[in-house]
């Protein structure tokens, strides 16, 4: 009805714009709702990602700190060790 009074250039009665308002009004409303509804699931899912972001934000840096303890640790065991040998093989040496 309104299509065809675009694309044949043949002008809208008072009729057909008071069907358009009568049809428009509650369906701006419903779409309106749909659109807050759908913002706030958006809203309430980016809320309880976030805490899971940081959690993993954070078991990484204390995984990462870990990994560098550790091997600072079993690096300076190793110097220990071979410092341990050089002795060793010196005292061996002098006697």
Avoid at 10 to 31: D, K, S
């Amino acid at each position: 009805m309104i299509w065809q009074s675009v694309v044949n250039g043949v002008t809208i009665v008072e009729n057909q714009t008071m069907v358009l308002a009568i049809i428009g009004g509650p369906a701006l409303l419903i779409i309106t709702n749909i659109l807050d509804l759908y913002k706030q699931e958006t809203t309430t899912d980016i809320q309880n990602m976030t805490p899971n972001y940081d959690l993993q934000s954070d078991l990484a840096k204390t995984q990462i700190a870990h990994d560098l303890e550790r091997k600072k640790a079993q690096h300076e065991h190793e110097m220990l060790m071979e410092r341990t040998q050089r002795h060793t093989d010196i005292s061996d040496e002098e006697q």
